[in-house]
């Protein structure tokens, strides 16, 4: 079987949109769902595994979402969907006005030049047979700077930006002559190159060493406070969330199950797996040691055939018999800005 | 006193030799873990807690140029053994590991009910039968379908290979089991049902760890002792309570104050500055370059000394 990505078709007919974007808004996801089709022998219709199913939220100018779900959620979907590399199945991305849809050829190219995107391994993001120097060009030779100073000039500058300074000391480096966080330092700065508004930030400093984490998260902030970039932060670990983003959505199974402030989050969450998460994360203390952890039973379902109703019901302690596994839940509003698709708050 | 001792580690040393000089990867390494109990090995990639890890099981790569000191086990003197006798020994009989990415190092061409039956039949002389019978209890342990045992490593999940090769270090009844990074690629749910696991495990077949991780979150899930690693030397040992309400070398509260919290509300800090080359490590202490608490004592080694219990390499305490 072979996956296919299935080529997209906005079916909400072209520039209608399902609602009103704001003027303060820089991404709205709307409604988007991204499948892939299976293919039996390259050829036979096997189904499709729906990553991203039904996934609907509104990102301003200078703010932070952060995504948080475990591997194959499909947070990497809907981050590469927004990156403008896979189709949106149904659905729709709009992005400073931009439709995603609607970009062909070089408008594409345009619209993916726009968005930042900082990888989970550093060091598999760059090239190693590449200088720092070749790395941090080639954005700006694909997206056409063809002045050689104007590409050192850029280079320089977002090379301090990052606190790599001075830049010569590092320019004629290869990748694996620089620790974890330089490395990750440079995947940043390539990522601030062309001057984007959004940073899409896979798992940034889950491969670094503790001590470096928040430096780089500090980073992060601090380039975010001084040009007013939104950020996309997609994580599995909820304890770094907070010192980086303001709003989160939990997502399990290609939906989004929780979205709230992430203080709220932590104080009252709601979702049975949100509370799973949370129980599941530590804190240092020796006390630890002596407890066992409360985990649900099971593992998260196949994305091909999804449970029916709440996606959640086969590990979940509260379940509804009659109810959650029959009808998928909406989201219900439990405090003001905080939406959880639970029957336990209908 | 000593029978309560299943491990004593003295004065190791693991040198690598390299183009460009030797590599001091463990440098004079000492502590001690009690049985029936865990201590976790702290510290930042590159400080050599590996090459501990490596030097105690005597997986030597064929660079070393230098290993020395005394490894105890059940008091006897381990590092006197030849290679051969500790292969018959010790290895898998009396220490086994779960290495780093264990769950992506399994054989894809072989069930994996095999491969945790295989260390029983070279180690313990079972038969095939009796082997994959002490390798079904084993994956009772650590919460595996039993079913699974026909399956290959590609039709399990990271979560369940990851206890597939936990499974395969108890294969052999040890009484210590070396655990290098054993959840850093897991997802949050996974790593708490893997230390579930491993609290299982400790507490019903009596079994010791050494944990090394660079995670001090997690770390508190199964330490009872806790010995902090910096620069290729242990740099404090204490017990997990008192390490985690108040560490006692600046290095480690560096370390404890850089980790984010979910629960209260300090803002996290992080370290200035990298951790020395191995290859030239600094004279005097090797944290003093980054130490915020640096005087002129530290341009020499700082001895060890005891605080109430608790070992520290710092001038500070002498």
Request: with cysteine.
């Amino acid at each position: 079987m072979a996956e296919q990505n299935v080529i997209g078709k906005a079916q909400n007919g072209g520039l209608a949109m399902d609602r009103e974007i704001a003027d303060d808004v820089l991404l709205s996801v709307q409604n988007l769902r991204v499948w892939f089709e299976l293919r039996r022998f390259g050829f036979g219709h096997a189904g499709y595994v729906r990553a991203v199913d039904g996934v609907d939220f509104d990102l301003h100018y200078g703010k932070t979402i952060a995504i948080v779900g475990e591997s194959g959620c499909g947070k990497s979907s809907l981050m590469k969907t927004i990156l403008g590399l896979n189709t949106p199945t149904k659905g729709d991305i709009y992005f400073g006005g931009d439709q995603l849809t609607a970009q062909r050829g070089e408008n594409l190219r345009i619209y993916r030049s726009k968005i930042g995107f900082v990888q989970q391994d550093p060091y598999g993001a760059l090239a190693p047979f590449m200088s720092i120097q070749r790395i941090l060009e080639e954005p700006l030779i694909v997206n056409g700077i063809k002045s050689k100073e104007e590409r050192v000039r850029r280079i320089n500058k977002v090379m301090g930006e990052v606190k790599m300074s001075p830049p010569e000391d590092f320019l004629q480096k290869f990748p694996h002559m620089l620790s974890g966080g330089q490395q990750q330092r440079i995947v940043i700065a390539r990522a601030m190159l062309l001057e984007p508004k959004l940073i899409v930030a896979d798992e940034p400093v889950s491969m670094l060493d503790a001590s470096v984490r928040v430096e780089i998260l500090k980073l992060l902030r601090g380039l975010q406070e001084e040009h007013n970039l939104a950020f996309i932060y997609i994580t599995h670990d909820l304890s770094t969330v907070r010192y980086f983003s303001e709003r989160v959505f939990v997502m399990y199974a290609g939906q989004a199950v929780e979205k709230s402030r992430i203080e709220d989050l932590i104080r009252n969450p709601n979702h049975p797996y949100t509370l799973a998460l949370l129980a599941a994360t530590s804190d240092p203390d020796a006390d630890n040691a002596t407890r066992f952890r409360d985990v649900p039973p099971g593992e998260p379902p196949s994305l091909v055939k999804p449970p029916k109703g709440c996606r959640f019901h086969p590990r979940c302690a509260q379940m509804i018999a009659g109810l959650c596994n029959e009808q998928e839940p909406p989201h219900f509003e439990t405090e003001p800005d905080h939406l959880v698709a639970c029957w336990l708050y209908k | 006193m000593t029978d309560k001792i299943l491990l004593s580690v003295e004065d190791l040393v693991l040198h690598f030799r390299t183009s460009k000089g030797d590599v001091r990867a463990v440098d004079g390494v000492n502590f001690r873990l009690g049985r029936d109990e865990a201590v976790v090995v702290l510290g930042e990639s590159g400080c050599g807690k590996t090459s501990l890890a490596k030097a105690i099981l005597r997986l030597l790569p064929k660079n070393v140029s230098t290993y020395s000191g005394r490894v105890y086990l059940n008091g006897e003197d381990v590092m006197q053994l030849s290679d051969e006798q500790y292969r018959r020994q010790v290895r898998w009989l009396r220490m086994s590991m779960v290495p780093q990415a264990a769950m992506n190092s399994l054989n894809p061409v072989m069930k994996v009910g095999d491969q945790v039956a295989e260390p029983c039949i070279i180690h313990n002389g079972l038969n095939k039968e009796q082997a994959l019978a002490q390798a079904s209890k084993m994956f009772q342990h650590v919460g595996v379908p039993l079913d699974f045992l026909h399956r290959y490593a590609f039709e399990l999940s990271g979560g369940m290979r990851q206890r597939v090769a936990i499974a395969m270090s108890l294969v052999t009844s040890p009484d210590l089991i070396v655990l290098d990074e054993p959840t850093s690629a897991l997802d949050v749910l996974t790593q708490a049902n893997i230390f579930n696991v491993l609290k299982g495990i400790k507490s019903e077949l009596g079994i010791s760890f050494i944990l090394i991780t660079h995670d001090i979150a997690t770390s508190s899930e199964l330490a009872n002792s806790v010995a902090v690693m910096y620069a290729g030397q242990i740099v404090e040992t204490s017990d997990a309570h008192r390490f985690f309400h108040e560490p006692l070398h600046p290095y480690s509260q560096k370390l404890m104050a850089s980790v984010p919290r979910l629960r209260g509300h300090q803002e996290p800090d992080f370290i200035t500055g990298q951790p020395p080359s191995l290859l030239f490590p600094p004279t005097g202490c090797r944290f003093a370059e980054r130490c915020t608490k640096r005087f002129d004592r530290c341009s020499q080694e700082p001895p060890i000394t005891e605080q109430d219990g608790r070992l520290v390499k710092c001038w500070l305490y002498s």
